[in-house]
């Protein structure tokens, strides 16, 4: 089984992703990592960390799709979690080969910037988060788009029926209830 979670910036995947492989027993990806090997080691191919998702996901997707059918091919069970993955293109594959993915989008469409900036502020307390030096202006921004990235994911899931979550109230509820979810058995 192939475990995919993507949607908005400081949504909860990486959260859900820890949980199910430590539940689980699997290994997960954070696709950040993919983005930034593009980033770093090959910048000729134009994916980079400083795009919009949706942007990273539409140039990065033939490599993405190709890596998951191989991964489907070998029935590996896994973890991909990360914001490079979009509805309109993962439902393709979703409809291929639905007893093989479990796919959750998340993300936040009814919170104030303020209220999650607060909330980001009481909880990142990571050394590696990489908002950390950021200033207060920067992360309010980064979650304004972050709102409006989610209420687009929202909408596309809405019409591929795909599941989204919003992680806007009752953050630490929602990000159990979706692990439960997608940890339940095949």
């Given at each position: 089984m192939l475990y995919l979670i993507s949607g908005a910036s400081r949504s909860g995947k990486t959260t859900i992703a820890k949980r199910i492989a430590e539940q689980k027993g699997i290994s997960y990806m954070s696709l950040d990592w993919l983005v930034m090997g593009f980033t770093n080691g090959?910048?000729?191919?134009?994916?980079?960390?400083?795009?919009?998702?949706?942007?990273?996901?539409?140039?990065?997707?033939?490599?993405l799709k190709a890596m998951l059918e191989s991964m489907i091919w070998v029935d590996v069970d896994y973890i991909i979690e990360g914001e490079a993955i979009q509805p309109e293109l993962i439902a393709e594959l979703l409809k291929k080969h639905p007893d093989r993915l479990k796919i959750c989008f998340v993300g936040y469409t009814s919170v104030s910037v303020e209220e999650k900036f607060q909330y980001i502020k009481d909880f990142s307390t990571e050394q590696n988060d990489w908002l950390i030096d950021k200033s207060d202006a920067y992360i309010k921004a980064h979650i304004q788009?972050?709102?409006?990235?989610?209420?687009?994911?929202?909408?596309?899931?809405?019409?591929?029926?795909?599941?989204?979550?919003?992680?806007?109230?009752?953050?630490e509820g929602v990000i159990n209830q979706v692990v439960k979810q997608l940890s339940a058995l095949r």
């Open positions: 090959i910048p000729k191919y134009g994916i980079h960390d400083k795009l919009f998702p949706n942007e990273i996901a539409k140039r990065i997707w033939s490599f788009n972050m709102i409006t990235h989610s209420l687009t994911i929202k909408d596309a899931c809405f019409r591929y029926n795909i599941n989204y979550v919003d992680t806007s109230k009752n953050f």
